[in-house]
């Protein structure tokens, strides 16, 4: 996604993949050699921690971008202040709010909420939390619980089949930190859906919903990165807000209405880099992308805010 600008601008880059599944990077990387790239121009390392040590803290290096966790963009962001006070981007996970009220078409919203399950829940701007208006929820939360438990019979596919929808969860590590959620949600919120790993062959996750969590509760909180979906309700639009922004993250939200007038007042209260509107879809190719909080951008320094935009689509139809 970075390389392409930073190569016009005239830089050199390097792309560090990551330990687990680095091949798609070293493939892209030969076919910019195929199409003419210059040599260094283009640069892969394959490597673990050792690397990303070596590659935040290097002096000749002006400009790090990080894609991962919170926990190793602040060491990103530490060893690039100590070392030559490099420029650094993060993007550090999202835990996305989708936001239905009682004007919206429910069936739409629903449709659109099930894309938590694409590449199994392991997306940055994916719609992971939702908060659904009183009057609507129970309707919602039916058929939310219907779909996963229809999608979870899909699990197990054959990889190279065209009807095959979901893959495994990346690698063992993060299954177990998903499962480990799992049970901790089984105690903060309502199963409706999943729960639990799947099948005795491969790092496969039941397509799970949970419902009416604690206010703090873990699973609201923090991102999963696997197929778990928190539904939660509310009365108010001043109570969804409230609720919509009361985590660290700050990458995306989404709300579905009928109300233009609504969603202009959303747009400048969700604290959230891309606020759509009757949609999840969080990007765009013709608007900047980035967010609040722990994904502030490095070229917003000078603000406590990031970008924003909003993204109508089919709001009166």
Known sequence: MKVAAALAAGNSIIVKTSEYNPFSTLAAAELGTEAGLPPGALNVVCGAVEAGQALSSHMKIRKISFTGNPVIGRKVQAAAASSNLKRVTLELGGKSP????????????????????????????????????????????????????????????????????????????????????????????????????????????????????????????????????????????????????????????????????????????????????????????TIPFGGWKCELLDLLQHSNQSIQYIYLREILT
């Open 98 to 285: 989708i936001l239905v009220f009682e004007d919206a078409d429910i069936d739409s919203a629903v449709t659109n909420t099930m894309k938590f399950l694409a590449f199994n829940g392991q997306g940055c701007t994916l719609g992971t939390r939702v908060l659904v208006q009183q009057s609507k929820a129970e309707e919602f939360v039916q058929k939310v619980a219907a779909k996963a438990k229809q999608a979870a019979k899909a699990l197990g596919g054959d990889p190279l089949s065209p009807e095959t929808m979901s893959g495994p969860i990346y690698h063992q590590r993060q299954r177990d930190s998903v499962v480990n959620f799992l049970e901790k949600g089984k105690s903060e919120a309502t199963l409706l859906a999943g729960g639990n790993k799947w099948g005795d062959k491969g790092l496969y996750i039941e397509p799970t919903v949970f419902y009416k969590p604690k206010r703090n509760a873990e699973i609201v909180q923090h991102e999963i990165f696997g197929p778990v979906l928190v539904v939660d309700v509310f009365e108010t639009e001043e109570e969804a807000l409230d609720k919509a922004n009361d985590t660290e993250y700050g990458l995306a939200a989404y709300a579905f209405t009928s109300s233009i007038g609504r969603a202009i007042r959303l747009s400048k209260r969700l604290e959230a880099g891309a606020v759509a509107i009757n949609t999840t879809n969080a990007v765009h190719q």
